[in-house]
């Protein structure tokens, strides 16, 4: 199991953009499918974005498409969301998230079994 933790939240602009970075501890990490997922007050957690243990496939809920980019860095262990377009909608608590299981793709919320504490994104309108 790896341990999580998030950075870079804050709050913004419409229109500004934003980068979030999760430092991960764990010999497993370049085993693991990474995403991010975010849930806003009174809603459920919802995916925003995967990426698979190499970097070479990414998954993208059709709502940050083209606004969000995933990736990840193996040898230093981190997996990063850069938020470009930001829209008041995107305001909610982001969490990075490593897979269960070791060389499988996936975005489903319980197929994740590593969790950060979250980081605040606040877009203003």
């Known amino acids: 199991q790896v341990q999580l933790v998030e950075s870079g939240g804050g709050l913004v602009q419409a229109g500004g953009s934003l980068s979030l970075s999760c430092a991960a501890s764990g010999r497993t990490f370049s085993w693991l499918t990474m995403g991010w997922f975010r849930q806003a007050p009174g809603k459920e957690r919802e995916f925003v974005a995967v990426i698979s243990w190499r970097g070479e496939n990414t998954l993208y809920a059709d709502s940050v498409k083209g606004r969000f980019t995933i990736s990840r860095d193996n040898v230093n262990r981190t997996v990063s969301l850069q938020m470009n377009s930001l829209k008041p909608e995107d305001t909610s608590v982001y969490y990075c998230?490593?897979?269960?299981?070791?060389?499988?793709?996936?975005?489903?919320?319980?197929?994740?079994?590593?969790w950060g504490q979250g980081t605040q994104v606040t877009v203003s309108s």
């Open positions: 998230a490593a897979h269960r299981t070791p060389f499988r793709l996936g975005y489903d919320a319980p197929d994740f079994g590593s």
